[in-house]
């Protein structure tokens, strides 16, 4: 299969994956500055901007205390029925955008009703403004977060296709894919999407760097998505210090022919030191591309053949993940590496069901099977730390 990378980008990353803390490019900014409209919609922009956005850097809204959540929906509801209140609001593409900004944030506090409304509202909006972008890439963002996760992505991946791929907007849609098929459990969801100021160092290690990529295909109808975090792990080593020779003051670097050679104490020392840091890669593969072969037979014509060994695992049991770690020697004779992959399917049916999700999925999407490969690749003496890390990534699921 070719594949072609469309974006990939790098951003500091905290915790086991992270994406800009914008949580949509069509934010109440955006609305209020980009829009041609000259509607003065200027109170309800500045609540959202002081009081309801601010506070959305956590989304979803797991960790948001329950007695903040009910005071930002009556935030939220009361802006909505402003905006109602304002005379002929359909001829107007500033008030449906934000009527479908203000629908998206209530869905996301859990109220269901919200998303049916705002797709009644965003097709009426089409109606009046068939030439917007805006408002099928929001209609994209409403069918996700709502659960018909199938029928987001393929608006969203028109759009791009059809030339609306700013950085900006290819990001809410890989923020969106991500959430829509990740499970939001509020007591493990270990794949925070949130931004490093507001750092909460409560894993293994925290990633140097993060980069998240959409793959297009010609074999498939859909593309596929990589969320990939790199982390630095400091090896595990017992020193072996037999002592130092005396050595006269060190000589300037452009002396270095009149440099005596560290003796073999000093070259083995320096060696123990010197080597102390080793990297590891995760990366979370998504196909929404409905795949028949089985988890096994997947795995098997990516990697057969290339591993000296392999460990078969039993994690992620109630998915019936395949679980491998395979290994491989070092062409120097040193030691090796390890790579791990975890495989296992979910249909959309099943992620419907994920809490804070209360959507209903298309008929004819509901028996699509959506497939996740979790892979961990790094050195073997990081191995205890990397596979501590790939649980803390299991355990989201």
Known sequence: MHCSPLRSYPLVALMVFILPTSLFAIRADYISSKIPDSTDIAPIVRTLKNDIEPR??????????????????????????????????????????????????????????????????LATASQHFPQSREIPWMRGMHSLCSGNIVEGIRVFDSLRVAGFDENEFLSDYAHAVFYAVIPRKSDTFALRLIDPSHGRRGDTASPASFTWTIIESKRAALPFYDYEATFAFRKQFCLEFSGLLPRPPG?????????????????????????????????????????????????????????????????????????????????????????????????????????????????????????????????????DQAEAKLQSVIRAF
Request: aromatic residues 8%; positive net charge; glycine residues 6%.
């Open 56 to 121: 959305m850097a956590d989304f979803p809204l797991i960790t948001v205390r329950q007695s903040d959540r009910d005071s930002m929906t009556r935030l939220l509801r009361a802006a909505y029925i402003r905006l109602n209140a304002i005379k002929n609001p359909d001829a107007s593409l500033k008030i449906l955008l934000l009527k479908g900004l203000l629908l998206l944030y209530l869905g996301g506090m859990g109220n269901p009703v919200a998303f049916n409304q705002a797709i009644k509202t």
């Open 251 to 383: 000589a300037a670097l452009l002396n270095y022919h009149s440099i005596e050679p560290p003796s073999a104490i000093s070259a083995r020392l320096i060696r123990q030191l010197s080597d102390r840091v080793d990297s590891a890669r995760c990366a979370i593969h998504i196909d929404a591309n409905d795949v028949r072969i089985s988890p096994y037979e997947y795995l098997l014509k990516r990697i057969g053949g290339i591993y000296d060994s392999i460990e078969v695992k039993t994690d992620l049991p109630a998915y019936h993940a395949i679980s491998l770690r395979c290994y491989s020697r070092d062409f120097w004779g040193r030691e090796g590496s390890c790579t791990a992959y975890v495989v296992f399917d979910r249909s959309v049916a099943d992620l419907s069901k994920i809490p804070f999700v209360k959507g209903i999925p298309r008929l004819q999407d509901v028996e699509r099977k959506i497939r996740f490969t979790i892979t961990m690749r790094c050195g073997i003496d990081v191995w």
